[in-house]
């Protein structure tokens, strides 16, 4: 027969740091082992020392299938479940070890820990006590102590956060609530009270972390999921809301508030994200009606009416109906300041208005909440190019028509001023000089509106004609009649001889 000591010694031989120490004065001669579940148990050790869990896990299933009374591949399974970070699941079996096996300190001492992680202070400071009363080590009997003393904070902590929260004092209960939880990770119940704490002041957002493990830690937690579910919804993150309230319907499909909940942030979620293939395919009237949907079938939640309208601004200023853009947009800045969407739409509005420095103003304002976006730079330094731009010569106005104008438009402007300004029309020597200088202008425009190429350089701050940003040659308009090389769209043979070819 092999005695206790060396049978405790076999089986401690090749322990890792990470396990907890059992008990070395336990009692039982072969404590219980048969030669299968001893080679089980031998398996499981090794494949724990190499750190593979689920293998040595699966052998200690199978340890305690051949013997389900030896305690000790309990504990030696609750050490694995407690490395896989399964606490539930390791209480378990440590409750079983203390069950078969009273005077195991070891494993009440470390069920003990647990239960206070989980917010259960009674049984907590129970599993101390008896330790304490179980002629524990003195290592044993320092860490019961000290363990007990704490739950008995924790005990009285968790008292007063109570009558706080009852009082409806919900600061002073979450000053409570903070103490406890940096001992008691694991209390779901704790961490639902002060997220209850969070959405009573006001700030539901500093609920969801709570919320969120308290789902975890609590099985079938509903509640948690349809308050995780509401609280996204508040904030307009109505793609989080729609996948929490689904892992409340996953746990009871006919969970009234769920299913109620689910139905109305499941059409809103269909409706924005219609509206945004739409803005994806260019058909911006299309998404700004289906926005104006949106803010009729939530007409309760503000945040919802804001993100429509700050959509719709975009949609106005991408289908450049710049007026409206600039109205709408400001509407929703008034409301969020440092929305960084709303303002780089407005300033592109402004500059279809060819407000250039207030477009400056909304591109710099943005760049302090999001210094890093690209956009937003490259939009400053053209607002910047077309600010520069303007205080020279401006195509646009030159033909009296609007950066969105269209080309039969722009040619339509050009015949009509050209006929007006033809040098032939004067006799007076120093109007016909004025009026080759309009005209030559009003030319030139024609040139770069008309020609796809140029008019995208110009639009982006650069004038395709301007001699300091063109090499290798100057504007062709303003070198003089008798200097034109080439094609002269002008001239019928004589140096102030016009003709007018339209196109």
Same mark, same amino acid.
């Given at each position: 027969?092999?005695?206790?000591?060396?049978?405790?010694?076999?089986?401690?031989?090749?322990?890792? #740091? #990470?396990?907890?120490?059992?008990?070395?004065?336990?009692?039982? *001669?072969?404590?219980?082992?048969?030669?299968?579940?001893?080679?089980?148990?031998?398996?499981?050790?090794?494949?724990?020392?190499?750190?593979?869990?689920? &293998?040595?896990?699966?052998?200690?299933?199978?340890?305690?299938? @051949?013997?389900? &009374?030896?305690?000790?591949?309990?504990?030696?399974?609750?050490?694995?479940?407690?490395?896989?970070?399964?606490?539930?699941?390791?209480?378990?079996?440590?409750?079983?070890?203390?069950?078969?096996?009273?005077?195991?300190?070891?494993?009440?001492?470390?069920?003990? +820990?647990?239960?206070?992680?989980?917010?259960?202070?009674?049984?907590?400071?129970? &599993?101390?006590?008896?330790?304490?009363?179980?002629?524990?080590?003195?290592?044993?009997?320092?860490?019961?102590?000290?363990?007990?003393?704490?739950?008995?904070?924790? =005990?009285?902590?968790?008292?007063?956060? +109570?009558?706080?929260?009852?009082?409806?004092?919900?600061?002073?209960?979450?000053?409570?609530?903070?103490?406890?939880?940096?001992?008691?990770?694991?209390?779901?119940?704790?961490?639902?009270?002060?997220?209850?704490?969070?959405?009573? =002041?006001?700030?539901?957002?500093?609920?969801?972390?709570?919320?969120? *493990?308290?789902?975890?830690? $609590?099985?079938?937690?509903?509640?948690?999921?349809?308050?995780?579910?509401?609280?996204?919804?508040?904030?307009?993150?109505?793609?989080?809301?729609?996948?929490?309230?689904?892992?409340?319907?996953?746990?009871?499909?006919?969970?009234?508030?769920?299913?109620?909940?689910?139905?109305?942030?499941?059409?809103?979620?269909?409706?924005?994200?219609?509206?945004?293939?739409?803005? =994806?395919? @260019?058909?911006?009237?299309?998404?700004?009606?289906?926005?104006?949907?949106?803010?009729?079938?939530?007409?309760?939640?503000?945040?919802?009416?804001?993100?429509?309208?700050?959509?719709?601004?975009?949609?106005?200023?991408?289908? +450049?109906?710049?007026?409206?853009?600039?109205?709408?947009?400001?509407?929703?800045?008034?409301?969020?300041?440092?929305?960084?969407?709303?303002?780089?739409?407005?300033?592109?509005?402004?500059?279809?208005?060819?407000?250039?420095?207030?477009?400056?103003?909304?591109?710099?304002?943005?760049?302090?909440?999001?210094?890093?976006?690209?956009?937003?730079?490259?939009?400053?330094?053209?607002? +910047?190019?077309? #600010?520069?731009?303007?205080?020279?010569?401006?195509?646009?106005?030159?033909?009296?028509?609007?950066?969105?104008?269209?080309?039969?438009?722009?040619?339509?402007?050009?015949? $009509?001023?050209?006929? /007006?300004?033809?040098?032939?029309?004067? /006799?007076?020597?120093?109007?016909?000089?004025?009026?080759?200088?309009?005209?030559?202008?009003?030319?030139?425009? $024609?040139?770069?509106?008309?020609?796809?190429?140029?008019?995208?350089?110009?639009?982006?701050?650069?004038?395709?004609?301007?001699?300091?940003?063109?090499?290798?040659?100057?504007?062709?308009?303003?070198?003089?009649?008798?200097?034109?090389?080439?094609?002269?769209?002008?001239?019928?043979?004589?140096?102030?001889?016009?003709?007018?070819?339209?196109?």
């Amino acid at each position: 027969m092999v005695s206790a000591r060396a049978c405790v010694n076999k089986l401690g031989s090749a322990l890792p #740091l #990470l396990l907890v120490l059992w008990d070395l004065h336990y009692e039982g *001669a072969e404590c219980g082992i048969n030669a299968e579940v001893e080679k089980q148990l031998e398996m499981g050790k090794k494949l724990l020392a190499a750190g593979q869990l689920a &293998d040595a896990l699966s052998h200690f299933h199978a340890a305690i299938e @051949g013997d389900s &009374d030896n305690y000790f591949a309990y504990y030696r399974r609750a050490t694995v479940y407690l490395a896989m970070g399964k606490s539930k699941a390791a209480i378990r079996d440590l409750s079983k070890v203390v069950e078969l096996k009273q005077d195991f300190t070891s494993a009440r001492l470390q069920r003990g +820990q647990l239960l206070l992680k989980q917010g259960k202070f009674d049984e907590a400071g129970e &599993d101390f006590r008896k330790v304490l009363l179980s002629n524990p080590n003195d290592k044993e009997e320092t860490d019961a102590r000290s363990q007990l003393l704490k739950s008995d904070e924790m =005990q009285r902590l968790s008292s007063h956060a +109570q009558s706080a929260y009852r009082q409806g004092d919900y600061y002073t209960a979450i000053g409570f609530l903070d103490e406890i939880l940096d001992v008691s990770v694991w209390a779901a119940e704790l961490r639902e009270l002060r997220a209850e704490c969070y959405i009573m =002041q006001g700030e539901p957002g500093k609920a969801i972390s709570d919320l969120k *493990a308290a789902s975890k830690l $609590k099985s079938d937690n509903t509640e948690a999921f349809y308050k995780l579910s509401t609280i996204y919804y508040q904030l307009g993150d109505h793609e989080l809301s729609l996948s929490e309230v689904r892992e409340c319907l996953k746990l009871d499909q006919d969970h009234k508030e769920c299913f109620s909940h689910y139905k109305q942030v499941k059409k809103v979620n269909k409706q924005i994200t219609s509206a945004e293939e739409l803005i =994806q395919e @260019g058909r911006y009237q299309d998404a700004i009606d289906k926005y104006k949907t949106v803010m009729k079938t939530e007409p309760e939640v503000p945040v919802y009416t804001t993100r429509a309208n700050e959509r719709i601004c975009h949609c106005l200023s991408k289908d +450049q109906q710049s007026v409206e853009a600039i109205k709408l947009c400001s509407e929703v800045l008034q409301l969020e300041r440092d929305n960084v969407n709303a303002l780089k739409d407005r300033a592109e509005a402004y500059l279809l208005e060819e407000q250039y420095e207030e477009a400056i103003q909304d591109y710099e304002a943005a760049k302090e909440y999001s210094d890093n976006d690209q956009e937003i730079l490259e939009g400053l330094e053209r607002a +910047q190019r077309m #600010l520069k731009q303007s205080q020279k010569r401006d195509y646009y106005k030159i033909l009296g028509v609007k950066r969105n104008a269209r080309k039969q438009e722009i040619v339509k402007a050009y015949r $009509k001023l050209a006929m /007006q300004w033809h040098p032939d029309n004067f /006799q007076d020597e120093e109007e016909k000089k004025k009026a080759e200088k309009k005209f030559i202008d009003i030319a030139a425009a $024609k040139e770069v509106l008309t020609d796809p190429e140029m008019r995208r350089k110009f639009d982006a701050g650069e004038d395709p004609l301007d001699a300091e940003s063109q090499q290798g040659g100057g504007n062709p308009f303003h070198r003089g009649w008798n200097s034109w090389q080439g094609f002269d769209p002008f001239s019928s043979g004589g140096p102030f001889k016009f003709k007018f070819h339209f196109n």
